[in-house]
């Protein structure tokens, strides 16, 4: 069964920046479209970014195109997120999954976005 386990969360200022990391226990990483998804307080899940198994593709929600950017190391089986300009209207927990969802969730890394 695929592990996936996030870290790189914590508190910022608004227009602060973070860098997510997920790590992913199979290689099968490597051959998986991945994705970071987030959840707000009393919000359902939403999907943040998308990056094709080679990493030449990248897909965005709306709300962080331009200052988020989705990679990968398929070598080491890490995703990554870098997260710029942050907003309070990021606060959330964020996690990676492949881009169905359809993997078993890791607990998530918390992103706190206030002053």
């Known amino acids: 069964q695929v592990q996936l386990v996030e870290s790189g969360g914590g508190l910022v200022q608004p227009g602060g920046s973070l860098r997510l990391s997920c790590a992913v226990s199979?290689?099968?990483?490597?051959?998986?479209?991945m994705a970071w998804y987030r959840q707000a307080p009393g919000k359902e899940r939403e999907l943040v970014a998308r990056?094709?198994?080679?990493?030449?593709?990248?897909n965005y929600a709306d709300s962080v195109k331009g200052r988020f950017t989705i990679s990968r190391d398929n070598a080491k089986n890490t995703l990554y997120l870098e997260m710029n300009s942050l907003k309070p209207e990021d606060t959330a927990v964020y996690y990676c999954?492949?881009?169905?969802?359809?993997?078993?969730w890791g607990q998530g890394t918390q992103v706190t976005v206030s002053s």
């Open positions: 990056i094709s198994r080679g990493g030449t593709t990248t």
């Open positions: 999954n492949n881009y169905i969802g359809n993997w078993s």
């Open positions: 199979e290689s099968i990483f490597s051959i998986v479209p």
